[in-house]
C-alpha cells in the first residue's frame, strides 16, 4: 500500500508570490490534516479536512488556505508569500474524522522563500 | 489552548544504555497521547501511543507511561541501538473531533554511540 505522497518535495518562491502544495492521503484514507515545521516553532497544526469540509483550523493567518476533494486528495495554498513562510509543510492522512486511528506523514515539501 | 512542553532538548546515550524523554502538557481535557520518531528527509512515524484511560503501554522495547494528575507522560527506550538515533517528538490532543489536530513538543534529538 502507497503511503502518504506530497507534491513537489521542494518549491522556491519568492516573497509576495503564492504557492500550491498536494498532499494524496493513503488508499482509504479519508481525513487530512497539515503541519508547519521550521527549527524555530517545531511542529504546529494548520488544518484538517475530511468530507471536503475543514474540520479543525490552527492558529495561522488567512493567507494560509486549503481545500479536500472528494476524492480525499488535498491541497494547501499560502497567498503573499513572506520569508517566515520558509518551512517543511507536512501532511498526515488518518482513515476516518474523530478516530483514534494513527496519523500517517507524508515526507513533506520544503518551502523556501527568497 | 494546549501546550506541549518537552525534554531533554538532545539526549546521548551508549548503545544498550536506556532513553527518556518526558512531555507535560496543559489542557486537562487532552486524552490522547502518541509519540512520533522523524528521521533526516522523512515525515515523522508514529512508534506508541497511549490514550487517557491507559498508564502505561509497551511495545518490545519501546513503553509509554502517563500520569494524568501530574499531567506528564514519558517515553522509554530500553537496549537502544545506533538506528533508534532519530528527533522523537511527543504530542497531545483533546480526541473527540479534534483528534486529528496535534499539538507537538519541540523535538528531543537522541544520539545513540554505537
Known amino acids: 500500500k502507497a503511503g502518504v505522497t506530497q507534491t513537489p518535495r521542494y518549491l522556491i518562491k519568492t516573497r509576495g508570490q503564492q504557492v500550491t502544495l498536494s498532499c494524496s492521503p493513503i488508499?482509504?484514507?479519508?481525513?487530512v490534516s497539515w503541519y508547519q515545521q521550521t527549527p524555530g516553532q517545531g511542529l504546529q497544526f494548520l488544518f484538517e479536512?475530511?468530507?471536503?469540509?475543514?474540520?479543525n483550523k490552527g492558529n495561522f493567518p488567512g493567507r494560509f488556505s486549503g481545500r479536500q476533494f472528494s476524492n480525499s486528495r488535498s491541497e494547501m495554498n499560502v497567498s503573499t508569500l513572506e520569508l517566515g513562510d520558509s518551512a517543511l509543510y507536512l501532511c498526515?492522512?488518518?482513515?476516518?474524522?474523530?478516530?483514534?486511528?494513527?496519523?500517517?506523514f507524508g515526507p513533506g515539501t520544503r518551502l523556501t522563500v527568497l | 489552548g494546549e501546550n506541549v512542553e518537552q525534554h531533554p532538548s538532545t539526549l546521548s546515550v551508549q548503545e544498550g544504555d536506556s532513553a527518556v524523554i518526558k512531555c507535560t502538557y496543559s489542557?486537562?481535557?487532552?486524552?490522547?497521547f502518541p509519540w512520533y520518531k522523524q528521521e533526516l528527509g522523512k515525515g515523522p512515524q508514529l512508534i506508541i501511543d497511549?490514550?487517557?484511560?491507559?498508564g502505561e503501554k509497551k511495545d518490545q522495547r519501546i513503553a509509554v507511561t502517563l500520569n494524568k494528575t501530574a499531567k506528564h507522560f514519558s517515553l522509554h527506550i530500553t537496549e537502544t541501538q545506533p538506528e533508534d538515533s532519530a528527533v522523537y517528538f511527543c504530542?497531545?490532543?483533546?480526541?473527540?473531533?479534534?483528534?486529528?489536530?496535534?499539538?507537538f513538543g519541540q523535538g528531543t534529538i537522541l544520539t545513540v554511540h554505537p
Open positions: 498526515a492522512s488518518s482513515l476516518d474524522y474523530g478516530s483514534t486511528d494513527t496519523q500517517y
Open positions: 488508499s482509504g484514507h479519508r481525513s
Open positions: 479536512y475530511f468530507s471536503e469540509t475543514q474540520r
Open positions: 489542557d486537562s481535557a487532552s486524552n490522547y
Open positions: 497511549i490514550r487517557s484511560n491507559v
Open positions: 504530542a497531545a490532543s483533546e480526541g473527540g473531533t479534534s483528534y486529528g489536530k496535534l499539538t
